[in-house]
């Protein structure tokens, strides 16, 4: 896992993740968004919506999130959410969480072993560390 004090900074990785949006209370596909996610230098960044072309409109929003700064990264906790989908919880604002999942029949396994080395050690939750040990991204309970 990364380091006690921050995240660890030589692990890069770029994909596609689905994205709860702020504020649902459950998983509904209607508040889902794919984004393409890429971790670098201990920072999440994603980005997602339309473009339409060249000579304006909307283009694409991309945020960023410290890992150095996630308080817990556990499975997902949202009600029906898809098996592999997992929460960041923030330390500064315990009430503000980024909740992700694969793609339909894409495994969370390399994301969550990537975010488990990127953030504080003390953020991996013991069940997600169970789970990590696992071959598949099947929901462990305790």
Known sequence: ???ASGAF?????????????????????S???PKTVHLRDGVLTYSGGGSLGRGGGRG???????LRHVAQLRQSTVPGAPVGAFDLQMQSKPSRT???????????QGWL???AVAVPDSAVDRGLQALL????AERITP
């Open 98 to 108: 980024y909740t992700f999942a694969p793609e339909p029949g894409a495994s969370a």
């Open 113 to 115: 072993g990537a975010l």
């Open 31 to 33: 508040d889902v968004k």
């Open 60 to 66: 694409t929003s991309t945020s960023a999130v410290e």
């Open 1 to 3: 896992m990364g380091e």
């Open 133 to 136: 040990r696992t071959k598949s």
């Open 9 to 29: 900074t030589g692990l890069e990785k770029t994909g596609t993740l689905l994205k709860l949006n702020k504020g649902a209370r459950a998983w509904a596909y």
